[in-house]
Nanobody
Framework: QVQLVESGGGSVQAGGSLRLSCTAS????????IAWFRQAPGKEREGVAF????????YTDSVRSRFILSKDNNARNTLLLQMNSLKPEETAMYYC???????????????????WGQGTQVTVSD
C-alpha cells in the first residue's frame, strides 16, 4: 500500500525559509513522478515542484530559484522541498503527490496524481 507522509510545515516570517519532507512507503521514487502541490484558502490547488523518475526537477515560475527539490541522502525514499524567501501569499497547505510520468515527464495536472499525502501547513506572516 502506497503511503506519502509530509512533514516540516510551520510558521515563518516573510523572507524566511522552511524545509518540507515527503516520505514514501510501498514503492520507490525512481519510477514515478513526485510533486508538491499547495492550496491556499479559497484558491485552487497548484503544482509547485516536480521530480521525474530520472531525478530531473521542474518548478512553477513563481518559485523557481527560491524552492529546491532534492532527495534526502540520509533517509530512504524521502524528498525534501527547501523553500527560501517565502512570501505571505505562499501561505497554504502543501501536499506531496505521486503520479505516473508520461514519456519521462511530469504533468502539472493534479488529476494525473493518484496518491496524496495529508498535507502540511505553511504559514508565512508579514
Amino acid at each position: 500500500q502506497v503511503q506519502l507522509v509530509e512533514s516540516g510545515g510551520g510558521s515563518v516570517q516573510a523572507g524566511g525559509s522552511l524545509r518540507l519532507s515527503c516520505t514514501a512507503s510501498g514503492y520507490t521514487y525512481n519510477v514515478y513522478c513526485i510533486a508538491w502541490f499547495r492550496q491556499a484558502p479559497g484558491k485552487e490547488r497548484e503544482g509547485v515542484a516536480f521530480r521525474a523518475p530520472d531525478g530531473s526537477t521542474t518548478y512553477t515560475d513563481s518559485v523557481r530559484s527560491r524552492f529546491i527539490l532534492s532527495k534526502d541522502n540520509n533517509a530512504r525514499n524521502t524528498l525534501l522541498l527547501q523553500m527560501n524567501s517565502l512570501k505571505p501569499e505562499e501561505t497554504a497547505m502543501y501536499y506531496c503527490a505521486r503520479g505516473r510520468a508520461r514519456f519521462g515527464y511530469c504533468t502539472i495536472l493534479q488529476t494525473e496524481y493518484s496518491d496524496w499525502g495529508q498535507g502540511t501547513q505553511v504559514t508565512v506572516s508579514d
